[in-house]
């Protein structure tokens, strides 16, 4: 079975401090790993994707996300939070092969001044 | 290259009415999915098209339909509205629609059911 889950509905953080947004799957098959940013009134748009080459992935906008799979994790972190970043994240798994994704529940980033 | 585009941006219906969205795919791309996302439910996948056939399904009644034309573009109907089937409905488009490609999302369709 497939799923996607994130550990937190809203992280506050501010400017300038660490960002992490947490993601742990469950997948049948080695799957691709991706995180989709959405900012409001927007579409999603993709932050980075992971698809068994390096564990660790970097994306745009200072993002990375290292994929564990000892720990079925893919957690996204950033080093200094920028105010523009603040929006709702999701982590998407799609097994191998197979041509469905699974969308996590969505991360609500929220930045302070 | 031009991105995913939705028509219309925003709707309006009453219940019982049916509605009809419109997805043109990233040209090339072959794969088009719908997603439907509410505050309370989040995304949940409507269904996918490759090559004018319906390829994968989610878990929705059967008054959400779709079809895909020979171009890719893609048309999404929803019959008897339900004040529930409020949402915004995004459209995505990849090549091929395999694990591991990036799928490009379209604005989305606002659409209210009153």
């Known amino acids: 079975a497939q799923s996607v889950t994130q550990l937190d509905s809203h992280v506050s953080v501010s400017e300038g401090t660490p960002v992490l947004l947490r993601c742990n799957y469950s997948?049948?098959?080695?799957?691709?790993l991706f995180w989709y940013v959405q900012h409001p009134n927007k579409g999603l748009q993709l932050l980075l994707k992971?698809?068994?080459?390096?564990?660790l992935v970097k994306g745009i906008n200072g993002f990375e996300a290292e994929f564990k799979k000892s720990e079925t994790s893919f957690h996204l972190t950033k080093p200094s939070a920028h105010m523009s970043d603040a929006a709702e994240y999701f982590c998407?798994?799609?097994?191998?092969?197979?041509?469905?994704?699974?969308f996590g529940s969505g991360t609500k980033l929220n930045v302070k001044p | 290259k031009a991105g995913v585009t939705q028509t219309p941006r925003y709707l309006i219906k009453t219940r019982g009415q049916q509605v009809t969205l419109s997805c043109s795919p990233i040209?090339?791309?072959?794969?088009v999915s719908w997603y439907q996302q509410t505050p309370g439910q989040g995304l949940q996948f409507l269904f996918e098209?490759?090559?004018?056939?319906?390829?994968n399904k989610g878990n929705f009644p059967g008054r959400f339909s779709g079809r895909q034309f020979s171009n890719s573009r893609s048309e999404m109907n929803v019959s008897t509205l339900e004040l529930g089937d409020s949402a915004l409905y995004l459209c995505?488009?990849?090549?091929?629609?395999?694990?591991?490609?990036?799928?490009?999302f379209g604005p989305g369709t606002r659409l209210t059911v009153l």
């Open positions: 998407v798994v799609s097994p191998y092969n197979f041509n469905k994704f699974y």
């Open positions: 040209s090339g791309h072959r794969s």
């Open positions: 997948s049948s098959y080695s799957p691709s």
């Open positions: 995505a488009s990849s090549l091929a629609g395999v694990s591991v490609d990036e799928q490009f």
């Open positions: 098209y490759f090559s004018e056939t319906q390829r």
């Open positions: 992971y698809t068994s080459a390096a564990t």
